[in-house]
């Protein structure tokens, strides 16, 4: 089984900064894929950024330019560093990754982390 855990998010004013963290744990042999998603109020959920372990990295049109997504793999880690925030970003973000774990590769997300922008 694979655990995956968010932190870092909270209230910050339009303009501020904010950087996430997303730490797998359990049965990993090799993670394939790391991304950030969220979900505001009455919205879908939607990808803000991946990377695939061969380097690959996609980001979402509203987030081009402001938000980062970077790795740790040695720790199975990933951050997402959002700067220029902006009232629209506020909703729960979730990490989501596809494990190999010696059977099959599976997906797995967090419980998300909330992130609110506010003034």
């Known amino acids: 089984q694979v655990q995956l855990v968010e932190s870092g998010g909270g209230l910050v004013q339009p303009g501020g900064s904010l950087r996430l963290s997303c730490a797998a744990s359990?049965?990993?042999?090799?993670?394939?894929?790391m991304g950030w998603y969220r979900q505001a109020p009455g919205k879908q959920r939607e990808l803000v950024a991946d990377?695939?372990?061969?380097?690959?990295?996609n980001y979402a049109d509203s987030v081009k330019g402001r938000f980062s997504i970077s790795s740790d793999n040695a720790k199975n880690m990933v951050f997402l560093q959002m700067n220029s925030l902006k009232p629209e970003d506020t909703a729960v973000y979730y990490c989501?990754?596809?494990?190999?774990?010696?059977?099959?590769?599976?997906?797995?997300w967090g419980k998300g982390t909330l992130v609110t922008v506010s003034s």
């Open positions: 359990g049965s990993i042999l090799s993670i394939n894929y």
């Open positions: 989501n990754a596809n494990v190999y774990s010696g059977k099959s590769a599976i997906d797995y």
């Open positions: 990377y695939f372990t061969g380097g690959r990295i």
